[in-house]
């Protein structure tokens, strides 16, 4: 779950809502459907550069890792992180307090399981604005950033929406996203922000799912689709 996520935001847009500039411009294309279990690099926000978007492999992987990423995927996958691991002595653990990073795009997907059927959801915010998950980030040894996004506890609203699963991506608004990179940060305000609602206000819209389920992405993707047994 929480292995496809979407940014359709033009790059200047990204860039003005996001407080920060890409750190290779050119690398950036709006993508309607980022798949997570291929190899895919994603725009980030780190502590260590919180006025810079820079690019990271999605799905964590440790320091001082040396084999493929996608082998080490097919042993522990590492998308997406739940919260409640943190507290754990998990080779990732110490990264909540050292490593933090926001994850901004444009929204991600969900599904339900109805009748027999798997349908899916398009989750983005009501203004259409940017939104930012929190996420947490390794850097390997030849410099590359890995990331994985953290998950918590699922919005009642969005509880409608999905029944596979009963965690979400932490989506992170615009003052706790601010605390979220700063080094001073308390490992009090940490678990506040993670366990915390953020009152963002999110749109939620089905989606044609004979083409998604079968991992094919195309250009009108995202428009809302109304089943009529729904």
């Known amino acids: 779950m929480y292995f496809k996520i979407s940014n359709t935001a033009e790059i200047r847009v ?20 980022i798949n997570g279990l291929n190899e895919v690099s994603i725009p980030i926000i780190t502590m260590e550069e919180a006025d810079v978007v820079s690019w990271a492999i999605w ?8 084999d493929d990423w ?3 995927q097919s042993l522990t996958n590492t998308l997406n992180i739940h919260i409640d691991t943190l507290d754990s002595d998990l080779w990732y653990a110490d990264a909540i307090n050292e ?16 009748n027999g059927e798997i349908s899916p959801y398009y989750i983005g915010a009501k203004d259409r604005g940017l939104l930012y998950l929190a ?8 410099g590359f950033i890995t990331c994985a996004l953290l998950t918590g506890p699922l919005d009642k ?15 992170l608004n615009q003052q706790n996203k601010a605390a979220w990179l700063e080094h001073g940060t308390t490992s009090k305000r940490i678990k506040e922000t993670l366990n915390s609602s953020n009152n963002i206000n999110l749109e939620a819209n089905p989606i ?23």
Do not use: W
């Open 208 to 230: 044609a799912k004979g083409l998604f389920n079968q991992d094919i992405t195309y250009n009108s993707m995202l428009t809302p689709h109304e089943y009529t047994d729904y």
């Open 157 to 171: 609203h969005l509880a409608k929406y999905q029944n596979l699963v009963n965690f979400m991506p932490i989506i």
């Open 14 to 33: 990204m860039e003005r809502e996001a407080y920060a500039m890409f750190k290779y411009p050119n690398l950036y294309s709006p993508q309607i459907l």
């Open 99 to 114: 490593r933090r990073c926001l994850i901004p795009l444009t929204g991600f997907f969900t599904s339900l399981l109805k």
């Open 59 to 66: 799905g964590l992987l440790p320091s001082g890792y040396k």
């Open 70 to 72: 996608e082998l080490f």
């Open 135 to 142: 996420g947490i980030y390794t850097v390997l040894e030849d």
